[in-house]
């Protein structure tokens, strides 16, 4: 059984930084690809970034770039998201979602290709 476990989420003040951690168990394929989505009250579920375990490729949402930054390590079953100079509007529940290889540029935004997905983990930025 795949099992998907994010954490690292908290209360933080604006322009303060979190690292989330996602942690893959249960895959029976390698080199998965990662991603990181965020919904925030009363909207959509929306991509904030991706990265392929097996080729290092990261991808980010536009508004995100610059501020989070996606990492793994070398078990390629732990993603990290750092995420800097954090604004209210960060403010949102964050899943980690795991596919098989390889990763699609076009339609990694979209929550429907995404295979498995974690409980979320909260992150609030208070203003």
């Known amino acids: 059984e795949v099992q998907l476990q994010a954490s690292g989420g908290g209360l933080v003040q604006v322009g303060g930084s979190l690292r989330l951690s996602c942690v893959v168990s249960?895959?029976?394929?390698?080199?998965?690809?990662i991603a990181w989505f965020r919904q925030a009250p009363g909207r959509e579920r929306e991509a904030a970034s991706c990265i392929s375990t097996g080729e290092g490729t990261t991808l980010y949402a536009d508004s995100l770039k610059g501020r989070f930054t996606i990492s793994t390590d070398n078990t390629k079953t732990t993603v990290y998201l750092r995420m800097d100079n954090l604004k209210p509007e960060d403010t949102a529940i964050y899943y980690c979602a795991v596919d098989r290889p390889p990763l699609s540029e076009r339609l990694w935004t979209a929550t429907w290709i995404w295979d498995y997905w974690g409980q979320g983990t909260q992150v609030t930025v208070s203003s």
């Open positions: 249960g895959l029976t394929f390698d080199d998965p690809v």
